[in-house]
T-cell receptor
Framework: DSGVTQTPKHLITATGQRVTLRCSPRSGDLSVYWYQQSLDQGLQFLIQYYNGEERAKGNILERFSAQQFPDLHSELNLSSLELGDSALYFC???????????FGSGTRLTVV | AQSVTQLDSQVPVFEEAPVELRCNYSSSVSVYLFWYVQYPNQGLQLLLKYLSGSTLVKGINGFEAEFNKSQTSFHLRKPSVHISDTAEYFCAVSTSGSRLTFGEGTQLTVNP
């Protein structure tokens, strides 16, 4: 157990739907990062939050949004889902950038 | 901005043979370097990291890596691999104040 908790582990949904992925960071970590991993695009950085504020944005689609709550847990919202959104979505947390990230076990999203 | 290149997308080896997974980075400032391992259907797990000090870093599962500033490399090595080392390996780099940038990954396959 890495200390980073992601729920749900698996999600199957239909095209056009909206889903919410949840992440609880490791105790004491203020930063949360979201990554998408697919076979054709590899590990893609989506977005970072630090203590409730958006810190950096990567290749995140406009249909996707995220937030970090006062208790530091984070949610990634994916809407108007397309088949191509099927992927593994990872959350990671860190104290700071210099010490590496701790990853959760991921949410496998399948859009049918 | 920093970048990471993993020179081999796939590395097949036989059990008990030595292995080296190659990683080069690009950055104009001092860097912190990491290797992560991802087993099938799991999240990324930190293998080892270089923050400062000795350029030879030892990690978990018998892996080690050497930071070579003049060659801008951080190659991962193991003197004798096991079937259980079959996984994808990611090299990552960060600088002070920046997030981790990951390489494309190297699939290590250990054959009996």
């Amino acid at each position: 157990d890495s200390g980073v908790t992601q729920t749900p582990k698996h999600l199957i949904t239909a095209t056009g739907q909206r889903v919410t992925l949840r992440c609880s960071p490791r105790s004491g970590d203020l930063s949360v990062y979201w990554y998408q991993q697919s076979l054709d695009q590899g590990l893609q950085f989506l977005i970072q939050y630090y203590n409730g504020e958006e810190r950096a944005k990567g290749n995140i689609l406009e249909r996707f949004s995220a937030q970090q709550f006062p208790d530091l847990h984070s949610e990634l919202n994916l809407s108007s889902l397309e088949l191509g959104d099927s992927a593994l979505y990872f959350c990671a947390s860190s104290v700071g950038n210099n010490y590496g990230y701790t990853f959760g076990s991921g949410t496998r999203l399948t859009v049918v | 901005a920093q970048s990471v290149t993993q020179l081999d997308s796939q590395v097949p080896v036989f059990e008990e043979a030595p292995v080296e997974l190659r990683c080069n980075y690009s950055s104009s400032v001092s860097v912190y370097l990491f290797w992560y391992v991802q087993y099938p259907n799991q999240g990324l797990q930190l293998l080892l990291k270089y923050l400062s000090g000795s350029t030879l870093v030892k990690g978990i599962n018998g892996f080690e890596a050497e930071f070579n500033k003049s060659q801008t490399s951080f190659h991962l090595r193991k003197p004798s691999v096991h079937i259980s080392d079959t996984a994808e390996y990611f090299c990552a780099v960060s600088t002070s104040g920046s997030r981790l940038t990951f390489g494309e990954g190297t699939q290590l396959t250990v054959n009996p």
